[in-house]
């Protein structure tokens, strides 16, 4: 996924006069109770790496949202 959202980056900056995103929203879909904190604990930091990597000369970093919507399961 790390490498998803730094090529990810890397096409907004390049569609955007080299400017990088000042804002993530994350919309996670079909999440399960039972997943929710595997799915925060492996995919956010795996962004957030991304970030770290490319924004590393930056002077801010960009913030994340993150919004979890859980599956409907009867």
Do not use: W
């Amino acid at each position: 996924m790390r490498e998803l959202c730094e090529e990810a980056i890397k096409v907004f900056k390049k569609s955007n006069d080299g400017n990088l995103p000042t804002n993530f929203i994350i919309y996670r879909d079909g999440v399960g109770d039972a997943q929710r904190n595997a799915v925060l604990n492996s995919e956010i930091p795996q962004l957030e790496d991304a970030i770290r990597q490319l924004y590393r000369d930056h002077p801010t970093k960009p913030a994340i949202t993150v919004v979890v919507v859980n599956k409907r399961i009867h």
